[in-house]
């Protein structure tokens, strides 16, 4: 990741990055993805690493995220898991499964009317720990829950 | 691919919930085949967006930890009937995934 990338997309705006990129013909509209794909953050094993990778280092526990996820989940392959966060000015919402090979599950950016929640469905190996991270007024903020898992999702 | 995804978006109040489902295999490339015990390559879309009447609403990325199939919720508000929603997803291997779905 090209720190001086990251620094000029948060400034100049998403919009306007991308504005200028259909314009200057780098990217077809409908194909307009704001940043390249984060693999450090997606290939790390270690649930701390992935998080600081994924810019949500540091955050405080904050029970105003509430997180959807079944107490046990027989199929750890498909575990649906949903999150709302009730933080003002929340923008972003990142997943993450601790006991995974690889712990981060998918980040999202909120804009033009986007309510801060999502619903998705996991993978989990085995009975860990959810945790959802969110970036709300440039401040990272999380909450967990977890989830056993009868028969693990990953691996074969 | 648009047999690949499903989509549907109902009015909630002020805000229309968006519910999207995407025919994919997820591989993680940490799988390994039963038979030859050889690694199953990583497949897996990897970027998402989503838009409203052509202006993008949410953009995610995606790791293999998302579960095969992958359904995707999100709900956006000062959307009306008739407004149109859109998706554009992409996997590692660069094929596109593209849907739209106007408010009901």
Known sequence: ?156 | MAEAMKMRATMEGDVVDVKVLIQHAMETGLRKDAKTEKLIPAHFINQVVATLNGKTVLDAQWGGGIAKNPFLGFRIKGAKPGDKVGINAVDNLGTKFDGEVVVA
């Open chain 1, 1 to 156: 990741m090209n720190p001086l990338r990251r620094a000029f997309l948060k400034n100049a705006g998403v919009v306007g990055t991308v504005a200028v990129a259909i314009a200057t013909g780098l990217l077809k509209p409908g194909a307009a993805f704001a940043a390249a794909w984060n693999s450090l953050a997606f290939t790390a094993k270690d649930p701390a690493e992935a998080i600081n990778n994924a810019g949500y280092g540091g955050a405080a526990e904050s029970s105003d995220i509430m997180i959807k996820a079944p107490d046990i989940a027989e199929n750890g392959a498909v575990v649906p898991v949903s999150a709302t966060s009730n933080i003002p000015g929340t923008t972003s919402m990142a997943f993450f499964v601790e006991k995974n090979p690889t712990p981060m599950i998918a980040s999202f950016e909120f804009s033009n009317g986007a309510e801060p929640y999502i619903a998705t469905r996991v993978k989990m190996a085995k009975t860990s720990v959810v945790r959802v991270t969110v970036k709300a007024g440039g401040k990272n903020y999380t909450n967990s829950r977890e989830v056993k898992v009868t028969i693990g999702g990953c691996g074969g």
